[in-house]
């Protein structure tokens, strides 16, 4: 027949015990109280079938067979923490971090930093959850993910960056077909404008063009896309003018692969955050979370001189 062991909690609370020589530090340790500890120690003797400890006048004194269950004890413990801390230490180096972002900023902004962040955390695997929809709702099981909140969420820690939107295109159909905000030309041929319009959004060129007071080219062509990554493929390409939020433009505008359309952007005091899933993440999660606020407050402070001379039009856009 196997060998009934005392409880864990008992043999927790003879090694405090046996550890300080006292009660009364071993209550503090354990955050109960001495008589507590006295009881605990009692049964276990009485358990066991023979005395722990040795009450003198100096104070406890361990025994004999106190001192060497004390020595089985402690290495047992020790043993069982340390191969719990390998365990821990041994999946967070081969963590996958899932990451839920949209197509646009996962192909102009993550995909080009993948080099970097694998240097970053070479023993952390990045699996992404690609959105091509607006950035609401839960993570779906992603262990971090950019999603936009309302005004006043930039004192957020993780807050990412502010929802901004530029009319964008490509350096060559500007050259060709002029701003938005230009004065139409007499001749309108060579500089009637493409819109390429992302649905769903949360701003329509209707939109824009109500609180910038551009006016809306009648002439205009439209293309419509679903897919922002697509759509801001498309403006690079040259194949018209696209409304770009910041947070998937501020690679390709600081690359010169697309520039302003025109003077005004509009600010809507909501803010994309990099939210966790759950309250503790894991510390690859956190380490994670803060290499890419740190990436993307890099990328906004170079951006910021060329939005400086930007006419900066406030609304307030539904979340």
Not at 244 to 270: D, H, K, M
């Amino acid at each position: 027949m196997a060998l009934r062991l005392p409880s864990l909690q008992a043999l927790h609370v003879f090694e405090s015990a046996a550890q300080h020589l006292s009660l009364t530090r071993a209550a503090l340790e354990l955050n109960v109280t001495p008589v507590a500890v006295s009881r605990m120690v009692a049964r276990l003797e009485d358990a066991l079938g023979f005395r722990l400890f040795a009450r003198t006048k100096a104070g406890l004194a361990l025994t004999d067979e106190g001192a060497k269950l004390q020595a089985a004890v402690a290495s047992g413990f020790g043993l069982v923490s340390d191969t719990i801390s390998e365990l821990k230490s041994r999946r967070e180096e081969n963590e996958t971090v899932t990451l839920s972002v949209s197509s646009g900023f996962a192909a102009q902004w993550l995909l080009p930093r993948h080099p970097r962040f694998q240097a970053a955390f070479p023993s952390v695997n990045l699996r992404l959850q690609v959105m091509a929809s607006r950035l609401y709702g839960p993570l779906d099981g992603a262990d971090l993910g950019i999603r936009l909140h309302k005004p006043g969420s930039a004192e957020d820690a993780l807050c990412f960056c502010p929802e901004v939107i530029i009319a964008v295109c490509s350096p060559g159909y500007l050259a060709d077909h002029g701003s938005l905000d230009a004065p139409h030309p007499t001749d309108d041929s060579a500089h009637d404008h493409t819109l390429i319009h992302l649905e769903p959004t949360t701003h329509s060129w209707t939109d824009y063009f109500a609180v910038t007071a551009i006016g809306n080219r009648a002439s205009a062509k439209h293309v419509s896309y679903s897919d922002p990554g697509l759509a801001l493929q498309a403006a690079m390409l040259g194949h018209g003018v696209m409304l770009g939020w910041l947070l998937a433009v501020a690679a390709p505008l600081n690359a010169g692969t697309v520039v302003p359309a025109s003077r005004p952007i509009v600010e809507t005091g909501c803010n994309y955050v990099l939210e966790c899933r759950t309250r503790e993440p894991s510390r690859a999660t956190r380490e994670v979370a803060q290499w890419l606020v740190d990436e993307m407050r890099a990328e906004l402070q170079k951006a910021e001189p060329m939005l400086a001379s930007a006419e900066r039009v406030r609304t307030r856009a539904p979340v």
